[in-house]
């Protein structure tokens, strides 16, 4: 049966302060690097390979993903980076601390910023994602916030259109991304309700093995900790 390996990148440098992140760039921590160390270790010891690797266009997902494929000693695969796959886009809240938000909009509305699957975070008042590693995009593509169903409605058409053609053909693949578009896309495997979504937790560097069937039906789910 053919693999389709979900990881979540290691601790990032936003991570350790407690920021909403979303399409800053920023890096791993030491931590990170060791968490995706143990992750290409797990993968290795469980005899999983896979064929192409697919990341988003953010150094902390990329970084994650070559240091797994060192790991598993699978350097030689093909990498897809792919502006789909990038975290959801936190809006106004980018860079803010996550505890700092809570005293001032209240930890229930922070908390359905984050969690709800609808709920869309305070906007940008103009789209402001122009380093280089977008200017070959549309300028429409730059969102100014996302919720996770807008997340949801980019992320998984790059699995439809990219990976699942991979899969059915029986060649495994690996999607190293980001806690929400990650969400979006087990919401989107699992068939999970609008409500349940909210529960789901993706943590750093903890690979998500599904093995699929000839229908992309999920057979089995292993999460390697």
């Known amino acids: 049966m053919v693999k389709l390996i979900l990881v979540r990148h290691g601790q990032s440098i936003a991570n350790a302060r407690n920021e909403y992140t979303g399409w800053s ?33 953010l150094k902390r997902a990329i970084q994650t993903a070559l240091v797994i494929m060192a790991e598993c000693g699978q350097v030689d695969r093909q990498l897809t980076k792919s502006w789909r796959l990038n975290e959801r886009h936190y809006g106004a809240l980018r860079g803010l ?8 909009y209240g930890a229930q509305q922070v908390a359905q910023w984050r969690r709800s699957y609808e709920s869309v975070p305070p906007a940008l008042k103009q789209a402001d994602d122009q380093e280089r590693i977008y200017q070959r995009y549309p300028k429409d593509i730059l969102p100014r916030a996302e919720s996770l169903a807008m997340a949801l409605k980019r992320t998984v058409p790059y699995f439809q ?3 699942a053609p991979l899969l059915l053909a029986q060649h495994s ?50 999460i390697l900790r």
């Open 173 to 222: 693949q690996l999607i190293v991304a980001h806690g929400s578009t990650l969400r979006a896309l087990i919401k989107y495997l699992e068939n999970i309700s609008d409500t349940a979504i909210n529960c789901v937790e993706v943590g750093n560097a903890q690979p998500i093995v599904y093995e699929l069937d000839e229908r992309l039906a999920i057979v089995d789910k292993l």
């Open 161 to 163: 259109d990219t990976v």
């Open 25 to 57: 760039d920023v890096d791993l921590t030491p931590k990170g690097r060791q968490q995706a160390h143990l992750a290409g270790q797990l993968l290795k010891q469980q005899k999983i390979s896979f064929e192409q690797v697919h990341t988003s266009v």
């Open 97 to 104: 601390n996550k505890e700092l938000t809570r005293q001032e």
